[in-house]
């Protein structure tokens, strides 16, 4: 037998319920056995991200597979077992994360000692590269690596983010920095200002002390930023838009305000302003890219300093509870992960 996480029952309008505890339960299940084409991962670490909880709380527009099931998009494992019909490229204790993992399809997530996952969805985990950093591949790194691309700020420009205190927001930092774009990086609490500079944020404006539209024109001459990474939403949307150029893009990547955003559209219409919605697995696999070529030139980054990833507390298993209170906490530091 073996230990997995299961939701039983969702908070509600995408919100924690009193009974949230009593809904996120730690059981034991038979271990998998992998099925034609699928290899058996023991999972070693995984984080608890923004994605993860909006499943546990039911956030409208993630609604996971049907009740109950195991959260976890993202881990870190080492190969158990193959089942019939696998190529046999992949052995016993070897180093994999996957892509996806099969909680988007199945239910079956990461947050759980076992599961089995279709071979050609492993990707391998370079010999250098630590296991917990390797545990947060996919949904900072990835993205990150992503959005940058996507909003393709050019050489010398400004790039506008919000949540730059996140772990996804320091990354960007570094991706920008790389290819010589500026950035200005918004953060709730000016305590978290001096951090991000010394991390190598060019601007960075504190919404409790400053104006952010105001500043980013300050900053820019007037001209606004080239475009925008938006992980709020919500109400403060209308700034951010208010903060770019005109024919500037936001790409709107996750839902920190809340499901509903409220922007001027007549601003959005005659400065023909754009708002995107950005999926990582949309890109990843855009027009028939091929995803694996983009997944390695993000170990490339890893293995070369660009990209390091920023690990906080770590919770064992049997307290995925304590695990997802901690990731809520404003200012928390490093990404919360569970182990076990």
């Known amino acids: 037998m073996a230990q997995q996480i299961v939701v039983q029952a969702t908070g509600k309008d995408g919100k924690l319920t009193e009974d949230f505890e009593d809904n996120l339960q730690i059981t034991k299940a038979p271990v998998p056995a992998p099925k034609d084409g699928e290899i058996l991962v023991r999972v070693l670490y995984r984080p608890v991200n923004p994605s993860d909880v909006y499943r546990v709380i039911d956030m409208p527009g993630r609604a996971p597979v049907d009740l109950p099931f195991v959260p976890g998009l993202e881990g870190y494992g080492e190969v158990e077992d193959n089942g019939p019909g696998t190529s046999g490229d992949y052995k016993k204790g070897d180093r994999v994360v996957a892509v996806p993992w099969p909680s988007r399809a199945t239910g079956q997530g990461t947050w759980q000692q076992f599961v089995a996952v279709p071979e050609d969805d492993l990707v391998r985990v370079p010999d250098a590269i630590e296991s917990k950093a390797a545990s947060q591949f996919l949904v900072n790194p990835v993205t990150a690596y992503g959005l940058v691309e996507d909003i393709a700020v050019p050489e010398g420009k400004w790039l506008?983010?919000?949540?730059?205190?996140?772990?996804?927001?320091?990354?960007?930092?570094?991706?920008?920095?790389?290819?010589?774009?500026?950035?200005?990086?918004?953060?709730?609490?000016?305590?978290?200002?001096?951090?991000?500079?010394?991390?190598?944020?060019?601007?960075?404006?504190?919404?409790?002390?400053?104006?952010?539209?105001?500043?980013?024109?300050?900053?820019?001459?007037?001209?606004?930023?080239?475009?925008?990474?938006?992980?709020?939403?919500?109400?403060?949307?209308?700034?951010?838009?208010?903060?770019?150029?005109?024919?500037?893009?936001?790409?709107l990547y996750g839902a920190l305000g809340g499901p509903e955003v409220s922007y001027n559209v007549l601003k959005v219409i005659y400065q023909a302003k754009k708002v995107e919605g950005w999926v990582l697995f949309n890109w990843l696999y855009r027009g028939g890219d091929d995803g694996k070529k983009k997944l390695q030139k993000v170990w490339d980054l890893f293995l070369d300093g660009t990209i390091q990833p920023y690990t906080g507390e770590v919770f064992p298993l049997e307290r995925a509870v304590d695990a997802v209170k901690a990731s809520l906490n404003v200012g928390r530091g490093g990404k919360v992960l569970i182990e076990g």
């Open 160 to 251: 506008l983010q919000t949540a730059a205190g996140s772990v996804l927001g320091r990354i960007v930092i570094a991706l920008a920095k790389k290819q010589g774009v500026k950035t200005i990086n918004v953060v709730r609490r000016s305590a978290q200002k001096q951090e991000l500079l010394d991390l190598g944020a060019d601007e960075v404006i504190a919404t409790d002390t400053e104006d952010l539209v105001s500043r980013v024109k300050e900053i820019t001459g007037g001209e606004g930023a080239y475009g925008a990474l938006d992980a709020i939403g919500g109400k403060a949307i209308g700034s951010v838009l208010d903060s770019i150029r005109e024919d500037g893009r936001v790409l």
